[in-house]
């Protein structure tokens, strides 16, 4: 019987070195169009494997990241309404950088204004009930610091003065007392893209004058001088925010209007050109300038809560988010006993599990679920997704949201396409194959599903693993 094993083992071998190789060409075949249709040369087991499934958190999220030609999406606002997984609240730092080195003010300015862009996207209430919130601006202290060389995390601290030095009231929707943060904006005459505009205090504004105004040593002559000077500034919603909706903001665009900075307005009356109102802007520059997103979450009292300390081994419905926040924990303690037989498809199925005033209409599920393997107090990408340089791995693995309708309910679905990562399992005999999900990271912090875990009544709705070979 070993050398039958064996023998089988060193088929399966060639086969995973031709998958991988696979995986270097141009083209891979997403999971829709791999042929398992063709009884002659497949085959299917039941899905009777064991499967534990868990609510767990994750919540190492690097949100520093700073790719030339990609968009920096930070989130902000609070969700304090969402009956599943409680309270949300979001905030990010950033720095600026001044027009130019050794940049002087043509004249003093009277007023400063932050500018920060909205993405066009909110998660959470934004029908009639979206709740106003306040927003508040804090500098960064003088006793800490960010720098664009280092690295920073959703759970990461960076400590900031106690005084706020400007705030805003924003909101979805139109009210008298807030900014319609969809709309776009007349500056000056001019429509310009959706932002949000806070006024910043006039010591602040005076500090800025003062030092611009230096005949030397001052800290407009270098970037390291200036970022010493001006820390940074951390954007977070007031204490009191009962907010239902997080808004996320571009840092980095390519003009005034789509990328963070600060306008310092004056008058020159002798510009000649009709409009005597100017302004500076010192921008956020990710070649130069540090930046991260911050999240907290307090899942007690809530269900989220209760799944994450849950005792049991597994259970039958669990909580997804995009990190930081709850995370499925997909757990194979035999993977390693499946046959020894070269794996052509291995789907995971993952479907919602909806339950009365869980407002998954308000709180909707994320567009794609993105798996990871659990590798001791670490993770690491999957086999699937490689190489990581292509984008082709994730066609091939899909994990896109559809629709699936059960008894005249429609529900989000995720199927899951991970046979390269259960052939390791069965290869290199792992006790146990550890996988865990969460929503894909474009917006941090967004989304939610309810889902169905392994051990639900409902067979329409738990997750399930459809595994098809090749014939030997």
């Not at 806070?198 to 230096?214: G, M, P, W, Y």
């Not at 941090?444 to 459809?466: E, M, Q, T, V, W």
Request: aromatic share 12%; hydrophobic share 40%; net charge positive.
């Amino acid at each position: 019987m070993k050398p039958r094993f064996f023998n089988l083992l060193a088929v399966i071998f060639a086969c995973l070195g031709l998958f991988i190789a696979g995986c270097k060409e141009d083209t891979i075949l997403g999971s829709s169009v791999i042929s398992v249709g063709d009884t002659a040369n497949t085959i299917s087991i039941p899905d009777t494997l064991t499967i534990l499934t868990k609510t767990a958190i994750s919540g190492k999220l690097k949100t520093s990241v700073s790719i030339s030609g990609i968009p920096i999406y930070h989130a902000l606002g609070t969700v304090s309404t969402d009956p599943i997984a409680g309270k949300t609240t979001a905030g990010f730092y950033f720095q600026v950088v001044p027009p130019s080195l050794g940049y002087s003010f043509p004249k003093t300015p009277d007023s400063a204004i932050l500018i920060l862009p909205f993405s066009g996207f909110a998660w959470g209430d934004t029908t009639l009930s979206n709740l106003e919130q306040e927003l508040l601006v804090y500098e960064i202290a003088n006793n800490d610091s960010i720098r664009v060389d280092s690295s920073y995390y959703a759970n990461s601290f960076t400590a900031y003065n106690a005084t706020s030095i400007g705030s805003a009231r924003i909101g979805f929707n139109a009210n008298a007392n807030h900014q319609r943060i969809k709309d776009s904006v007349s500056v000056r005459g001019k429509m310009q893209n959706a932002h949000v505009r806070i006024k910043l205090s006039q010591d602040f504004v005076n500090r800025f004058i003062t030092e611009a105004a230096k005949t030397s040593g001052s800290a407009m002559g270098a970037y390291s001088d200036f970022l010493n000077f001006q820390r940074g500034f951390y954007i977070t919603t007031s204490d009191t925010n009962n907010g239902n909706a997080l808004y996320y903001f571009l840092l980095n665009g390519g003009s005034d209007f789509t990328r963070a900075n600060i306008q310092f307005f004056y008058t020159d009356a002798s510009s000649g050109t009709g409009d005597s109102v100017k302004y500076a802007s010192f921008y956020f520059d990710q070649t130069k300038d540090a930046h991260y997103n911050r999240f907290t979450r307090n899942f007690s009292g809530k269900l989220a809560g209760n799944l994450i300390t849950s005792p049991t081994t597994s259970d039958s419905i669990v909580v997804v988010q995009n990190e930081p926040g709850a995370a499925l924990d997909i757990l194979i303690p035999f993977a390693k006993k499946l046959p020894a037989k070269p794996i052509i498809k291995a789907e995971l199925i993952i479907t919602q599990y909806k339950m009365p005033g869980d407002q998954s209409d308000i709180y909707y599920p994320p567009s794609r679920l993105y798996p990871v393997r659990v590798q001791g107090d670490t993770v690491v990408s999957i086999q699937d997704r490689y190489p990581l340089t292509s984008s082709e791995p994730l066609i091939f693995m899909d994990g896109l949201r559809r629709d699936y309708v059960n008894n005249g309910v429609t529900y989000s679905q995720y199927v899951l396409n991970i046979p390269r990562e259960l052939q390791r399992a069965v290869i290199y005999q792992r006790d146990t194959l550890h996988l865990r999900l969460n929503g894909a990271v474009t917006f941090p912090g967004a989304y939610r599903l309810l889902a169905g875990g392994r051990s639900l009544s409902d067979n329409n709705l738990k997750i399930k693993l459809k595994i098809y070979y090749a014939k030997l």
